[in-house]
């Protein structure tokens, strides 16, 4: 395709063509420009292969009607007899078929239409009316096709969508199966901005102004001269235009020409986006002609600046801090791998409130939603693109397709990406096999130059396993940042094997723990597979969460951070992993099926570690105690604390003192060694001799009851809205029971339905998709789904010899 170029008019010209889309505009001759549907509802789907399911006359008799987004695997059972593995979640993949009857107006005749996956995994084949739109192998990234030569409009369209993921194990975690992110409906008039088709990018930033530039691709294929005006409004977070730039254009009668503009602004005392405030505006891009607006389309921005600096770090907006990351897999707990904006948004609270302002995509492209969530609540992410090249890891996996595909998938996740403030580093690779081979002494600068041909306002990586002098993509000078994937011990002596190259630790930690399970001593560090004074494997595949269990090629979460926040070259870090996920389920295989390397359990629910970030990466007063105190008479238990902004803790057993107790060194938590009796335990946090926290635990007598806590109890009634509702098995008293496993069931009537359950526990076998729940540790999860439909939703819990719960939630 050509490419015009078009120069900006002058300044008087510039002014009138600015006054005549503004009047334009005001005098409302603006038409529907650009319509995106959410094209989610309404699919029928058979599991297995249909055959012949791309025929428009296909019987769909027996197939299942669904709305996405939607993953079929979490729908099945566990089995170590899945070709998956325990590694890939022991869930089932196959072959699964979409298909979706509608139709689309007579009068969009003259328009373009297309269809527009987030993702799909994997493998998929769309066809439109019969006719083969194409084949995407890659199951994390986006992609479009154009509908408009194949639709009946006013008529009946029928578009199937052929998933494979039957050849396994081709993925290290759980990947899902299906048509697992949204799916969009775009019609656009013939002269539209391309897909993708804005780039937005600020210099020159100060308190008092920051450039911005804008380059804009628009795409005709009306094959007719028209005049046309392009114009872009700076919109701020209240709505208003600080700053509008327009430029005209004619078309030349040539199909599939690409018009390519830029604009430039200045912004008078701007508004920074930043981690603690991330203010953000937009972009509107017209195009006009004569006295219609034929196309708008919107862009994020956040005007921000950064630096990796090889011997101070990061900084950002003229700041230095550090990146507070963690890596975290795609999927949704129980929910699985389809995406959910409520449950990813949870997720980031969650993360956010411990102190969390980073997130690797480790290790693909995320769904959109994500990068959306991260703009707007303050997150640095970085952006990963592939966990191999053309050397496998497992033995389908993306090195199958690396070769005829690598540049298009990383294309596609570049300009789909580059326009959120929020991503700062690009990642092309995790821990590549082929790290020591030469191979890579080609293929590392290929990605760099694909990468940077598109976006060059940020540094690339790749994330290391062996990033010793032996590595032949740092040695290819094609990165940016040197990434580190664990080797924590290794991090004073970088300048030494690298001068004057910039850090980020990539990958960090793994710390295995299982929720609410403590085995004592809790002092001794055991390292997996090796068995230092008690034997690893304890009864039900548990993993004591004293942190003090790590596997050889990382450390534990104290250990790292004692590193990190020691070295100002240090930029950052990723811990592996902020969430429990489904697969990878290390140190055990089956019977476990999830990890043990999250913050947070699967469930959501924090580990005790959680409040050790939360003391050393917030300044909100912190004092955690644990563990429980249910034990046997007489039994020695170690009692730890995290806590901040105090200078000492006093432990009392029963309003009797244990002594008090202060962080010395680079400790990051106190510990007593307490010999058992029921009561209370109690902790007094003084700053100054003043009392800053005091926390509580009690024994805990015979389960007396069930209470229920949500954590939104209005929702809207879109269909996709959740809440998660917590259940807990009490006591009389109110406290939980450390070790219950009572069996709930659930019950709900009114406008929503349970979309899953889950209690954190890494080998439970039962279903995520039913309406019951063993609590685990005293804790169990039902996560409710709202409607379309307003209304009240009654939600109830029992369970045999305990008091019922139960609770309103509305939907609007």
């Not at 769909?60 to 709305?67: F, H, I, P, S």
């Not at 979460?557 to 429990?580: C, I, N, P, Q, R």
């Not at 939360?614 to 730890?640: M, R, Y």
Request: glycine letters at 8%; a positive charge.
């Amino acid at each position: 395709m050509p490419l015009i170029k078009l120069a900006l008019p002058k300044t008087g010209k510039l002014l009138y063509l600015i006054f005549i889309a503004t009047f334009f505009s005001l005098q409302g001759f603006a038409q529907q420009a650009r319509q995106k549907l959410d094209f989610d509802k309404g699919w029928r789907f058979n599991l297995g292969d249909a055959g012949n399911a791309q025929n428009p006359a296909l019987n769909e008799a027996g197939w299942r009607t669904l709305n996405l987004p939607h993953d079929w695997s979490v729908e099945g059972k566990f089995s170590k007899d899945n070709p998956a593995t325990a590694e890939g979640g022991a869930l089932p993949g196959g072959i699964g078929w979409y298909r979706k009857t509608f139709t689309i107006p007579a009068d969009s005749k003259n328009k373009l239409v297309y269809i527009d996956f987030d993702g799909v995994y994997q493998k998929s084949d769309v066809w439109i009316n019969g006719h083969h739109l194409g084949f995407r192998p890659n199951g994390y990234i986006s992609f479009r096709y154009e509908l408009t030569p194949y639709l009946n409009f006013g008529g009946k369209n029928v578009i199937a969508v052929k998933v494979d993921n039957s050849v396994q194990p081709n993925s290290r975690w759980y990947s899902g199966s299906g048509i697992y992110r949204n799916v969009w409906l775009v019609t656009t008039n013939k002269i539209a901005i391309d897909h993708w088709g804005t780039y937005v990018t600020t210099s020159d930033i100060d308190e008092t102004s920051a450039k911005v530039n804008l380059k804009i691709s628009v795409k005709n294929k009306a094959g007719s001269n028209e005049p046309l005006v392009l114009k872009a409004s700076i919109y701020d977070a209240a709505g208003k235009v600080v700053s509008a730039v327009s430029t005209s254009a004619t078309n030349t009668n040539l199909q599939d020409t690409l018009f390519e503009t830029s604009f430039k602004f200045t912004l008078k005392s701007p508004q920074l986006w930043s981690v603690e405030r991330p203010y953000l505006y937009k972009v509107v891009t017209q195009i006009i002609n004569g006295r219609n607006v034929i196309d708008e389309y919107t862009t994020p921005l956040g005007i921000r600046y950064f630096n990796f600096d090889a011997d101070k770090g990061f900084s950002l907006n003229g700041k230095s801090m550090k990146i507070l990351g963690v890596c975290n897999h795609h999927d949704l707990g129980s929910l699985g791998a389809a995406i959910n904006t409520r449950a990813l948004e949870r997720q980031l609270q969650i993360l956010k409130a411990m102190g969390c302002n980073g997130i690797r995509t480790s290790h693909n492209p995320p769904a959109p939603e994500l990068l959306d969530l991260c703009d707007k609540m303050g997150f640095i992410v970085m952006d990963e693109a592939f966990d191999c090249w053309d050397w496998k890891k497992a033995k389908y996996d993306y090195h199958l397709f690396f070769k005829e595909w690598h540049k298009r998938d990383l294309e596609d996740q570049i300009l789909r990406d580059r326009n959120h403030p929020s991503v700062m580093i690009w990642s092309i690779g995790n821990e590549i096999p082929q790290q020591g081979d030469t191979s890579t002494l080609r293929i590392a600068p290929e990605l760099a130059a694909i990468v940077h041909n598109l976006d060059n306002t940020r540094p690339i990586t790749t994330a290391n396993n062996r990033p010793d002098s032996t590595n032949k993509i740092i040695k290819s000078g094609a990165i940016d940042l040197v990434g580190y994937n664990y080797h924590e011990f290794d991090y004073a002596k970088f300048h030494d094997r690298y001068p004057g190259k910039k850090f980020i630790a990539t990958e960090t930690t793994s710390g295995l723990e299982t929720r609410g399970y403590y085995d004592m001593p809790s002092d001794s560090i055991r390292i997996w597979p090796e068995r230092w004074d008690k034997p690893f494997t304890r009864p039900g595949n548990n993993v004591s969460a004293y942190d003090n269990v790590r596997p050889p090629w990382g450390s534990t979460h104290e250990a790292t951070w004692k590193v990190m926040k020691k070295y100002d070259f240090l930029s950052g870090m990723f811990v592996w992993t902020g969430f429990d996920y489904l697969g990878e389920p290390t140190p055990y295989s089956w019977p476990s099926r999830s990890s043990y390397f999250g913050i947070v359990d699967l469930a959501g629910f924090p580990k005790d570690v959680y409040y050790m970030y939360q003391s050393e990466w917030t300044d909100k007063p912190v004092l955690h105690i644990f563990p429980h105190w249910n034990w046997q008479a007489g039994k020695t238990v170690d009692v730890w604390a995290y806590y901040n902004n105090a200078d000492e803790v006093e432990l009392f057993l029963n309003d009797k003192s244990l002594g008090t107790k202060k962080k010395t060194g680079d400790d990051l938590h106190i510990m007593w060694r307490v010999k058992f009796e029921p009561g209370t335990l109690k902790a007094i946090s003084r700053k100054d001799g003043k009392v800053v926290l005091t926390r509580e635990i009690h024994t805990a007598g015979p389960a007396a009851k069930i209470v229920l806590v949500a954590d939104r109890n209005l929702i809207n009634a879109d269909g996709k809205d959740l809440s998660f509702i917590t259940v807990k098995i009490m006591d009389k008293d109110g406290n939980i029971l450390p070790d219950a496993n009572n069996l709930v069931n659930f019950k709900i009537n009114g406008e929503a339905f349970i979309a899953s359950v889950d209690n954190g526990d890494p080998v439970s076998h039962d279903s995520f998709k039913v309406n019951y729940r063993k609590a685990f540790h005293g804790l169990a999860l039902a996560i409710v789904q709202a409607k379309d439909k307003a209304g009240n939703i009654k939600f109830t819990a029992t369970s045999k010899g305990l008091q019922s719960a139960s609770m309103v939630i509305k939907s609007k």
